[in-house]
């Protein structure tokens, strides 16, 4: 991951080749494409769908990341003349149910246009702004248990990550649009603008951004939170937000919708506000803007990957390890879920 101080890419302080290597579900997921975009000299990125690990251990679509990190530093520290410098500087993955790399010469890609789509009444997806109303959320703190494995805020390493979050959406404030006749492909860093008012402060407003199949099940994409408070915001007052997200690829192919789910928590990426409190989202203005990108013309041929090297990786001092998480609810009383994490080693 990137670790780019702000001030030094602004300056223009940075002269050496720079290789960047991050991956979707990793913390560090929006700095990076962010850092290279302002890099001014030879530059390169590699985003994956993977969470904090190299990308020859990844376990969705690992690729050949030290032979890539290999030819670029054999060019700019020993000058063998392997032509990176001609190669597509940026290589993503881009996400969904037809997964695929694309080979970009912009972050993000120069064909990307914002698009708005905006909360409308009645749970929906508009292109237009109008339509007048409200919606009402009661905080409820256990949001966000339903996509533990998507960052690397746990250590689940699971091939078919992300899981279903319907139960999350079931208990937020959801917006759905209508099924998709083409694909919708999205590289970029999506933003949610929200007229709302909160009648206790502090409170988090979280937005996500998600895929929601034919069957029902809802993929997370990303995802993105604000925190309310004194002075910027007052308790009772109406107020209009941006809420930045978190950068992606994913396509949605047809016949999917796509889905804003907003709420007060994120537990536990986000630890949970004291106080119960309702949020008013007002409608009209409320929308959320994607970075919609077009397919580019013509078949995209694979990477030319080298040879994966997961075993350089290894190390006789790793321990292993592993993790589970376990949620549980008392249907008599319906009480709030309680999360147990054990480790083992």
């Known amino acids: 991951g990137s670790t780019v101080a702000w001030d030094a890419v602004e300056g223009g302080r940075i002269a050496c080749p720079s290789f960047l290597i991050c991956g979707w579900r990793d913390l560090y997921a929006d700095c990076t494409p962010q850092d290279f975009a302002r890099l001014q000299r030879p530059r390169r990125l590699l ?3 993977w969470k904090h690990e190299f ?12 032979w890539e990190m290999q030819r670029w530093f054999e060019r700019w520290l020993q000058q063998v003349p392997n032509g990176v410098e001609h190669e597509p500087p940026v290589r993503v993955h881009v996400q969904g149910r037809a997964p695929r790399w694309r080979a970009e010469t912009h972050w993000p890609p120069a064909r990307m246009q914002a698009r708005s789509w ?7 997806l508009d292109a237009r702004s109008g339509g007048s109303g409200e919606s009402l959320h009661r905080h409820d703190p256990t949001i966000g248990m339903h996509s533990l494995a998507w960052d690397p805020w746990t250590t689940a390493l ?3 990550l992300p899981r279903d979050q319907s139960a999350d959406d079931a208990r937020s404030l959801c917006f759905t649009g209508a099924p998709l006749t083409a694909t919708l492909e999205l590289q970029g860093t999506p933003q949610a603008e929200l007229t709302l008012c909160a009648d206790v402060l502090p409170l988090h407003v979280v937005v996500k951004l998600s895929a929601v199949s034919a069957s029902g099940q809802s993929t997370l994409i990303t995802t993105g939170w604000l925190r309310l408070e004194p002075p910027a915001v007052q308790p009772g007052t109406a107020c209009t937000v941006r809420v930045p997200l978190r950068a992606t690829a994913f396509a949605l192919q047809p016949g999917e919708r796509l889905r804003v789910a907003v709420s007060c928590a994120d537990f536990p990426r986000v630890w949970p ?3 119960p409190a309702v949020l008013q989202l007002l409608h009209g203005r409320s929308r959320i803007e994607v970075p919609e990108t077009p397919s580019p013309a013509g078949d995209e041929a694979p990477p030319p990957w080298g040879p994966l090297q997961p075993g350089a990786l290894a190390s006789a001092q790793d321990l292993g390890g592993a993790q589970t998480w376990d949620i549980t609810r008392d249907l008599m009383t319906d009480a709030q879920c309680s999360l147990s994490v054990y480790e083992r080693r």
């Open 55 to 66: 990308p020859d251990t990844g376990r969705e679509a690992p690729v050949a990341g030290l």
């Open 158 to 160: 699971d091939p078919a």
């Open 47 to 49: 985003m994956g769908p």
């Open 118 to 124: 905006f909360l409308a009444p009645g749970g929906t």
């Open 273 to 275: 506000t004291p106080l």
